[in-house]
């Protein structure tokens, strides 16, 4: 799956973020940090990670469901039908 290099930069530099932060709440935890100063950062990372799920759906999107159901094979079109019904059903929990 292709994805778009101001879109990869992007993805890298949230999961970065994401990374150090997880880091901190490490350190935090050891330090024995009040658990609302805990949450609030484990908050962060939960919103870091939608924001990165979503340019990776929006990658998604754009092109792998795109060629898939632009194919002449209604067997490929099929699958990818089956694989979005899936993937919608997985992130809308």
Partial sequence: MP???ERREDIHKRLNYIQGT?????????EQRQCVDILTQLSSVYEGTRKVSSLMMRNYLENCVTR???????ETVERM???IMKVFHKYSK
Avoid at 22 to 30: A, Y
Avoid at 68 to 74: A, I, K, N, T, V
């Fill in 3 to 5: 994805i778009p290099e």
């Fill in 22 to 30: 997880i880091n901190g709440i490490h350190k935090m935890v050891d």
């Fill in 68 to 74: 898939d159901l632009r194919s002449e094979d209604p």
């Fill in 81 to 83: 039908y089956d694989e």
